[in-house]
């Protein structure tokens, strides 16, 4: 067996088991019998893809706007600091 066709394989094994393993915790979740979560999966995965860009685009404005917050957090201290009291936390 090639390098690749071992590859590919142990690929194909660890995304069956992720799918397996969601299954179940859906069919967990809603109470619903595993086989029946399990036929369900296509569509689930198809749908999923469809709005990975959308979530990778909402959760890079998220991380903009955490980064955004804490630039600002770091100005204040360092202005607190500056004018002789802190107002946040300081390292000890």
């Known amino acids: 067996m090639s390098k690749l066709a071992g590859t590919l394989g142990l690929a194909a094994i660890g995304a069956a088991a992720f799918v397996v393993e969601r ?17 369900e999966m296509p569509g689930r995965l198809r749908d999923d893809l469809s709005t990975l860009g959308d979530d990778i685009r ?24 500056r004018r002789g009291g802190a107002s946040g936390t300081q390292p000890a």
């Open 23 to 39: 299954a179940r915790r859906i069919s967990e979740e809603q109470g619903r019998p595993l086989s029946e979560v399990l036929r």
């Open 58 to 81: 909402e959760a890079a404005d998220e991380g903009r706007s955490a980064a955004a917050r804490r630039e600002q957090e770091i100005d204040e201290e360092i202005e607190a600091i």
